[in-house]
Every structure is written in structure tokens, then in C-alpha cells.
């Protein structure tokens, strides 16, 4: 596997099943021993890094590997194992700028200002949402003291005006992203103003978002609010 110094070129793409991959051109590590393949990206990382830091990873690491160098999975399959160059690669279902944002906490020297993350809702409750999954415990600790404190998620009474002006609550899918990553985390201050901004939206001039978090995602009892808060 071939890569520019530090695995920084982007542009070089790693075929797996006849599928084109963008390496990361920040964590495509050459001396990387376990690969992920997410959404359109090719990571290549350190077993030792990730099992130290995620029981999940460490129980991933742990699945004996088939010792032939050639594909034996499925690319598209999610969990699947497979083998490029020797190397094996698992194919993740999650979101490739989530997933590499995460990872920017756990390889050293990769997040220059940290600051950005308070200022990027979005990015910071996609960190959270990869973190609370593989139980990076003390990333997911970090992010949601980040969310409880970011004045668009948790305004006082004074900054509710401008948390609704910021335009994130004018997507629904940002809504929906905040009320399912509530429920999972049990962070209930961030449901109050995502509800009343889907409740208030009008749906036939709102266009579907192209993530698939969208209200049927929802719980029925959160989708019941939603309506009932309509009706008002």
C-alpha cells in the first residue's frame, strides 16, 4: 500500500471489491495494522491505539482473522472482514467526517484547536454520537460537557432568540439528529428547542434532507409530540 509522506495524499485511492476508496489524508497511517473502510474513505490504523482506548475495538481486534491475504468478505457488508495487502479492513456503517473527527482525539497531535469543535455543532455531536458507540468513554465525556455548554443547544433565557436565528433548528434532519442523540445519551436539555423547531416547521415547503435520520426515526412518542405540538 502505497502512500505519501504521512499518508497525506488524498487523491490516491484504494480499490477493494472493485470499489474506489479515498485513503483519509490524515489517519492513512503506513505503519497501520487494521483497516476501516467508511462510506467512500479507507482508514488505515494501530490495534494497539484503539483496543487501549474502546473494549469495543479491543473485542473487534480479538475475532480471529482469516490468514489468506486475499479478500474474504464483502465490502459493502457492515462488520464484514476482509483483507487487502494482507492488512485486514472492516467495513463500518457510520459517517466518514464522524468517524475521522473522532479519531482526531485519539491520535496525538492531530487536533490543533479544539475550540472548533464548540464553535461546529454538527461535528461535535457527530464525535459524541461515534464515541458513545465504541465507548471512547472519556471523547464521549469531553463532547457532551462541550454540547451541554454550547449556547445553540442549551441557550438560557436570553439566547433563545439567537439559538433559533442560528439556522441550524431550520433543517429537520439537524433536529432529528439532536433529539436521537438526546435519547441515546440521555441528555434531555437538548430536546426543547429541537422539538418546537420541528413542530413549527411547514413541512410542504421543507426539502427531505439527504441524510436518512428523518422523523421515522424517530420513537412514536417523539413523533407524537411533534404532532401535537403542531396542532397548537
Known amino acids: 500500500m502505497n502512500t505519501g509522506p504521512n499518508g497525506t495524499q488524498s487523491t490516491i485511492s484504494l480499490v477493494v471489491k472493485d470499489r474506489p476508496y479515498t485513503k483519509h489524508p490524515r489517519h492513512w497511517y503506513e505503519d497501520g495494522n487494521f483497516g476501516f473502510l467508511v462510506e467512500d474513505t479507507a482508514f488505515l490504523l494501530h490495534r494497539s491505539l484503539l483496543s487501549g482506548r474502546s473494549s469495543v475495538m479491543a473485542d473487534l481486534f480479538s475475532i480471529p482473522q482469516n490468514p489468506s491475504p486475499e479478500c474474504d468478505g464483502t465490502a459493502n457488508s457492515p462488520n464484514s472482514t476482509l483483507k487487502v495487502d494482507g492488512v485486514p479492513f472492516v467495513t463500518l456503517e457510520d459517517n466518514a467526517d464522524d468517524f475521522a473527527n473522532t479519531l482526531n482525539f485519539i491520535y496525538p497531535n492531530t487536533v490543533s484547536i479544539l475550540t472548533d469543535y464548540d464553535q461546529n455543532v454538527i461535528s461535535l455531536l457527530g464525535v ?29 433565557k436570553d439566547g433563545l432568540k439567537t439559538a433559533l436565528q442560528e439556522g441550524l433548528y431550520s433543517h429537520p434532519d439537524f433536529c432529528v439528529k439532536v433529539i436521537l442523540l438526546s435519547r441515546e445519551c440521555d441528555l434531555p436539555q437538548l430536546l426543547p428547542l429541537a422539538f418546537y423547531a420541528l413542530a413549527m416547521t411547514e413541512w410542504g415547503n421543507t426539502p427531505l434532507p439527504k441524510d436518512p435520520l428523518y422523523l421515522d426515526q424517530l420513537a412514536d412518542e417523539d413523533r407524537r409530540r411533534i404532532h401535537e405540538g403542531q396542532g397548537l
Not at 132 to 137: L, P, W
Not at 146 to 151: E, F, I, V, Y
Open 128 to 156: 459524541v454520537r461515534v464515541a458513545r458507540k465504541y465507548m471512547f468513554d472519556d471523547i464521549q465525556e469531553w463532547g457532551v460537557a462541550r454540547l451541554l455548554s454550547n449556547p445553540v443547544l442549551v441557550p438560557d
